[in-house]
């Protein structure tokens, strides 16, 4: 039973990226690990100070999570405002944490480049932040994708720091959790690259049908294969990673076959890409829609979770005050 944790920061609502890159995942991770899955609330407002939709979009990512198949009784869901021990220790550790390896952060320079306007000290101790959710439950593994491994690179350091410092071994340094072979990268529709609500390319999971088919109907392509056999450009290489995560083996088999006889028609792949896509995301589209409307369920879900992830946190905090000397008169 390993200690998992991973947060995600509540901007909207889930796509097909999120699923086969990270949710998947999580349902059969629940099922070995101490999980923690949470919605880092404080996170977004580093760039976000005001935003319209906080309350909203947190009560939408839990519920797709429960839609997804995460349950609460095995994992621990919750939102990570919902537990106080975590700015205690994200105070705590900010101590340790030293100006010039916030400054030199990637993803703190990035936001310096395009928000100018806003570089606040969240922002800059981001990384920090991060690292308590990670260390508050004494974590070993972080599922996370290229994108947040200098944050764990920068979490190990602040663990290690702190046990140096206080010359103990209380917090174990946390790696990536590796998904290996099974992590499928979900492509954009829209030529190249990734998934992603910031890129304008995601689909959904409650995407309405009628929406999916115009997305779907809208991919990228090219004029076809002339030569038998030749190899698939990346638009269309897109096209057939997206079938093989949605559609059954036949049908993948079936406009491969087509691609490799020249005999594809675009129009047909999509047709049938569009009606695979709803059809997969049916179940999830209904169970959330049912889950929103039960309002007694998602607050006892979330208290729940809060108890949970308190339990641990709190312990974490009683440690961490006896390890610096923080003591009542
Ligand atoms: N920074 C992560 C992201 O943007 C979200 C996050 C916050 C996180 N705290 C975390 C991920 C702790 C893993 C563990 O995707």
Same mark, same amino acid.
């Given at each position: 039973?390993?200690?998992?944790?991973? &947060?995600? $920061?509540?901007?909207?609502?889930?796509? %097909?990226?999120?699923?086969?890159?990270? %949710?998947?995942?999580?349902?059969?991770?629940?099922?070995?690990?101490?999980?923690y899955?949470?919605?880092?609330?404080?996170?977004?407002?580093?760039? /976000?100070?005001?935003?319209?939709?906080?309350?909203?979009n947190?009560?939408?990512?839990?519920?797709?999570?429960?839609?997804?198949?995460?349950?609460?009784?095995?994992?621990?869901?919750?939102?990570? @405002?919902?537990?106080?021990?975590?700015?205690?220790?994200?105070? *705590?550790?900010n101590?340790?944490? =030293?100006?010039?390896?916030?400054? $030199?952060?990637?993803?703190?320079?990035?936001?310096?480049?395009?928000?100018?306007?806003?570089?606040?000290?969240?922002?800059l101790?981001?990384?920090?932040?991060?690292?308590?959710?990670?260390?508050?439950? $004494?974590?070993?593994?972080?599922?996370?994708?290229?994108?947040?491994?200098?944050?764990?690179?920068?979490?190990?350091?602040?663990?290690? #720091?702190?046990?140096?410092?206080?010359?103990?071994?209380?917090f174990? *340094?946390?790696?990536?959790?590796?998904?290996?072979?099974e992590?499928?990268?979900?492509?954009? %529709?829209?030529?190249?690259?990734?998934?992603?609500?910031?890129? &304008?390319n995601?689909? =959904?999971?409650?995407?309405?049908?009628?929406?999916? #088919? +115009? +997305?779907?109907?809208?991919?990228?392509?090219?004029? &076809?294969?002339?030569?038998?056999?030749?190899?698939?450009?990346?638009?269309?290489?897109?096209?057939?990673?997206? %079938? @093989?995560?949605? @559609?059954? *083996?036949?049908? =993948?088999?079936?406009?491969?076959?087509?691609?490799?006889?020249?005999? !594809? $028609?675009?129009g047909?792949?999509?047709?049938?890409?569009?009606?695979?896509?709803?059809?997969?995301t049916a179940?999830? #589209?209904?169970?959330?829609?049912?889950?929103?409307?039960?309002?007694?369920?998602?607050?006892?879900?979330?208290?729940?979770?809060?108890e949970?992830?308190r339990?641990?946190?709190?312990?974490? !905090?009683?440690?961490?005050?006896?390890?610096?000397?923080?003591? /009542?008169?």
């Amino acid at each position: 039973m390993e200690i998992v944790v991973s &947060g995600i $920061r509540p901007t909207g609502n889930l796509h %097909l990226g999120n699923y086969f890159g990270a %949710l998947k995942n999580f349902v059969q991770m629940q099922e070995q690990n101490n999980c923690y899955f949470f919605i880092a609330d404080y996170h977004s407002l580093t760039t /976000h100070p005001k935003s319209e939709n906080l309350h909203e979009n947190v009560k939408n990512v839990l519920v797709q999570y429960l839609a997804a198949g995460l349950d609460p009784e095995k994992s621990t869901l919750y939102v990570q @405002s919902d537990v106080p021990e975590i700015p205690e220790l994200y105070l *705590l550790l900010n101590m340790i944490a =030293y100006l010039g390896e916030l400054e $030199r952060c990637t993803s703190f320079k990035d936001k310096v480049r395009k928000h100018s306007n806003n570089v606040n000290a969240g922002l800059l101790t981001y990384p920090t932040l991060m690292a308590v959710d990670i260390l508050i439950h $004494r974590a070993a593994k972080v599922p996370v994708g290229k994108d947040q491994q200098q944050h764990l690179e920068m979490t190990r350091d602040f663990a290690a #720091r702190f046990n140096r410092l206080y010359n103990v071994d209380y917090f174990p *340094l946390p790696t990536a959790f590796n998904f290996g072979e099974e992590l499928v990268k979900i492509p954009g %529709l829209d030529g190249s690259g990734k998934m992603g609500k910031s890129e &304008g390319n995601a689909i =959904y999971l409650t995407e309405d049908p009628a929406s999916i #088919r +115009k +997305k779907v109907m809208k991919a990228l392509t090219d004029s &076809g294969p002339t030569e038998p056999n030749s190899e698939k450009p990346e638009v269309i290489q897109n096209l057939f990673t997206m %079938l @093989s995560v949605v @559609s059954s *083996l036949d049908t =993948y088999q079936f406009f491969d076959d087509a691609y490799n006889n020249c005999s !594809i $028609r675009y129009g047909d792949l999509k047709k049938q890409l569009a009606e695979d896509i709803i059809a997969f995301t049916a179940p999830f #589209r209904e169970k959330a829609a049912e889950l929103l409307k039960d309002e007694q369920y998602i607050s006892r879900a979330a208290r729940l979770g809060a108890e949970k992830a308190r339990a641990s946190a709190a312990q974490t !905090i009683k440690n961490a005050r006896e390890i610096i000397g923080i003591k /009542h008169l």
